[in-house]
């Protein structure tokens, strides 16, 4: 239960470091304007509608390298595919989140979903499945034969 746990917050903190860190290049590659103050909703709004498509389509793919990094380190340390589909949903819902706090265009709103759903489908894939006890210990379940 702690390995499970400890796999989901690992997915979590991966996934959101990897997102930071490309949202973090989009504002380098494509500067803001000016100071917006975060809690002014329109002012965000208004700062959302005037970026480059450039800068929105790296924001889509951090939401989908986020769902992919962070469910294949949940995935490798639960050994479970819904652990990574769980580090989507999350990413899925932090980014719907941000698409109902602030004006986005329609394809982003498509892509909050699309991107983390995509990343989480690669991630599971990808993640190694836990192997049953039996197998595990190099037992063999052989069906009888009439050679005995």
């Known amino acids: ?3 499970t ?9 991966v996934g959101f470091a990897v997102i930071m860190a490309v949202e973090t290049l989009s504002q380098s590659l ?6 917006v103050d975060p809690r002014d909703r329109d002012a ?3 700062l959302i509608r005037d970026l480059p ?17 962070g469910g294949l380190v949940a995935g490798r340390i639960v050994r479970r595919r819904w652990a990574a589909w769980t580090i989507a949903a999350l990413v899925a819902l932090a980014a ?6 602030f004006e986005h265009p329609d394809w ?3 892509m909050a979903l699309i ?8 991630a599971g894939h990808f993640s190694p499945r836990a192997v049953p006890a039996a197998a595990a210990a190099g037992e063999t379940t052989r069906e009888p034969t009439d050679d005995a």
């Open 108 to 110: 982003m709103q498509v």
């Open 96 to 101: 719907v989140a941000n698409i109902m706090l």
């Open 53 to 69: 498509a450039g800068a929105l389509g790296l924001v889509a793919f951090a939401w989908f390298a986020g769902a992919l990094a």
């Open 44 to 46: 965000v709004s208004a």
């Open 115 to 122: 991107a983390p759903a995509l990343g989480g489908l690669i």
């Open 5 to 13: 746990i400890g796999g989901i917050i690992a997915g979590l903190l």
């Open 1 to 3: 239960m702690l390995k």
């Open 30 to 35: 494509f500067p803001r304007p000016a100071a």
